[in-house]
């Protein structure tokens, strides 16, 4: 409703900014919240989604070390990233180098001290991952990095789970992007428009994305077009202005204590999902989980059953697919997250239907086989 009144839908990015302090104001307040509450100290609003906000930090990442007269030669990637990671270095003009994961389903630190050298700029590591699980040795990871002179870039689309728990910033992060069309207002995914700021620590503001606002001695607000450093313009005006009105009114709607108890429900709720179907469908990491469980179709297998038609037939149960088949690390996956925004009546009835197909593909496999049922297309 706030992102629609008119005099904010409407409002012209072109305008005089003296006509557009209140819009200024909007993006000085949600870029402070922001900081707050990832213990960063700088942020651009700009990027409009999370690749983007990865393209846009990586670029930070290159310029500061270009400025230092190296840029160096590539970016280590886990195998639990989100597919975007690679991409977004490749892009940049990284070579990729992947780091494989311990038994825990973490980064393995051992793996990581080998790789590090020199020609290493950065780690981009997604924490939580996407198995669902916190990196543990977060830190030493941060240590390992910034004693060879490289960054830490940290994939924040999973920061629901993280809100008013703890800050990216005080264990070790340099550069990080957040996904406000997901944590922060459109729990989860729709289409878009999304917007995707980055947020860094003060060695790389310098170079961040132009304009920034910044406040006049009269107190007024101002858009600044030029910074020496700055890698320039990375989006169109100012970014998606629409989605962070959305975001700061979130934030205030929900204020400190709603943003702590928007983690404990996504973590509950995934944790609530994993208990009720750990029975039926195997959990190949059983350290305890955040913001979402991962699953993998290794008991349905055995009846010719895989992800893939688990999850076209929960279409016919009336329920949006899960994440197929990704994490890449577990054979089959079965990515499952809720977020904070489902009622245990919802929950109740995606267990259901969950538990209803581990049953059909048990007893009469060639049903979940030959789903969806329901929908005017079925099986290509």
Do not use: W
């Not at 280590?76 to 070579?95: C, F, Q, R, W």
């Not at 195997?282 to 913001?291: K, T």
């Not at 499952?336 to 009835?349: F, G, H, Q, R, V």
């Amino acid at each position: 409703v706030v992102a629609r009144l008119e005099g904010i839908a409407g409002e012209h990015p072109y305008q005089p900014d003296a006509l557009a302090q209140g819009c200024l104001k909007i993006m000085r307040l949600l870029a402070r919240y922001l900081l707050e509450i990832t213990g960063m100290d700088a942020i651009t609003l700009q990027p409009a989604a999370g690749a983007h906000g990865e393209m846009t930090g990586l670029m930070l990442v290159r310029a500061f070390l270009e400025a230092q007269g190296n840029p160096r030669k590539k970016v280590l990637i886990p195998d639990s990233a989100h597919g975007t990671n690679p991409a977004t270095a490749a892009m940049v003009g990284y070579a990729v180098e992947n780091i494989r994961s311990n038994a825990r389903g973490c980064v393995d630190l051992e793996a990581l001290e080998k790789a590090v050298n020199e020609d290493v700029a950065a780690l981009m590591i997604t924490n939580p991952n996407t198995l669902g699980l916190f990196e543990e040795n977060i830190t030493a990871i941060a240590e390992v990095l910034h004693a060879r002179g490289a960054q830490l870039y940290m994939d924040g689309a999973n920061m629901n789970a993280l809100l008013a728990k703890t800050r990216p910033g005080e264990f070790g992060v340099d550069v990080m992007h957040l996904n406000l069309h997901k944590t922060f207002s459109t729990p989860h995914g729709g289409g878009g428009p999304g917007a995707g700021p980055v947020c860094v620590k003060r060695h790389l503001e310098p170079f961040l994305p132009l304009p920034v606002v910044e406040e006049g001695p009269d107190g007024s607000l101002y858009l600044r077009h030029h910074r020496t450093h700055s890698i320039g313009r990375v989006r169109a005006y100012v970014g998606n202005f629409g989605v962070l009105v959305r975001a700061l009114a979130y934030v205030l709607a929900n204020g400190g204590n709603g943003l702590k108890a928007v983690s404990e429900d996504a973590v509950l709720n995934a944790n609530y999902l994993r208990k009720h179907l750990e029975d039926l469908y195997d959990l190949p990491y059983p350290q305890a989980s955040l913001h979402e469980c991962v699953f993998s179709d290794r008991h349905q297998a055995r009846h010719g059953v895989h992800t893939g038609d688990i999850a076209k037939r929960l279409i016919d149960y009336g329920f949006h697919p899960y994440t197929v088949s990704f994490p890449l690390i577990v054979r089959g996956a079965l990515m499952i997250e809720p977020t904070e925004s489902e009622s245990k009546d919802e929950l109740d009835l995606f267990i259901d239907a969950l538990r209803a197909i581990a049953r059909e593909a048990e007893q009469e496999p060639q049903t979940v086989l030959a789903a969806p049922h329901t929908t005017r297309v079925g099986r290509l």
